[in-house]
């Protein structure tokens, strides 16, 4: 069965810290994509990025870097230099393939706290 | 601004009232979704529609009831919830349903008293 363990309940760095937040899956499927979201107090889940299972290609977007690893299941997210803005709950998420209905299953989230 | 917009925001009401949650995306998408969050769960996906026929009910109660009238229009229809069912609900759209990537309202944040 598809799962998504995100094992970091809470992260709290300062403003300005590298931080790694940690996203583990299991699926039954080959086909498969990837995703991280950001909820921010305002509630919306934010889309962030989506990886499909055959691209292990790492991906930087501005002070955002992901490191998908087939090898150990894993999808890394790490924003560097982190702002207060950054403060959120992160979601790693699965989907696999048409035959198992396209569905979206969440991890549990894990809530960032950036200081200043 | 996603193009996926909930109304209400905020939400309180008695275990004998009857309210909807309303749904609307601008973005073209013919599947939309319902998900509840409750605390320290992870999302649940509660139905699925696609071009406006429901395709998927996560075995949720029958005290939740949807409604897709046109492809940019939800409804959450809600009679004699419980105080367990309060919840942020979330609303979601995708191209398609094959399509993995959704897009998400703000919530309605719901408080069953």
């Known amino acids: 069965a598809q799962k998504v363990t995100q094992a970091q309940t809470e992260i709290s760095v300062v403003e300005k810290e590298d931080v790694t937040l940690d996203c583990v899956y299991e699926t039954r499927d080959t086909t498969y994509y990837l995703f991280w979201y950001k909820q921010p107090p305002s509630g919306e889940l934010v889309f962030l990025i989506r990886?499909?299972?055959?691209?292990?290609q790492n991906e930087i977007s501005g002070r955002y870097s992901w490191n998908f690893q087939k090898s150990t299941s894993s999808f890394n997210f790490t924003i560097t230099a982190s702002q207060v803005v950054d403060s959120a709950v992160y979601f790693c998420a699965l989907s696999e393939g048409v035959e198992y209905g396209n569905k979206l299953v969440f991890g549990a989230g894990t809530i960032l706290r950036v200081k200043s | 601004e996603t193009g996926v917009t909930q109304t209400p925001r905020h939400l309180v009401m008695g275990m004998t009232n009857k309210k909807s949650l309303k749904c609307e995306q601008h973005?073209?998408?013919?599947?939309m979704y319902w998900y509840k969050q409750s605390a320290k769960k992870p999302l649940e996906l509660m139905f699925v529609?696609?071009?406006?026929?429901?395709?998927e009910n996560n075995s949720v109660p029958s005290r939740f009831s949807p409604e897709c009238p046109n492809s940019s229009h939800l409804f959450l229809h809600l009679h004699t919830l419980q105080p367990e069912d309060s919840a942020l609900y979330l609303c979601a759209s995708s191209q398609d349903q094959g399509f993995p990537e959704a897009f998400f309202g703000q919530g309605t944040r719901l408080t069953v008293v």
């Open positions: 529609y696609s071009l406006e026929e429901r395709v």
């Open positions: 990886r499909n299972s055959f691209d292990e």
């Open positions: 973005l073209g998408h013919n599947a």
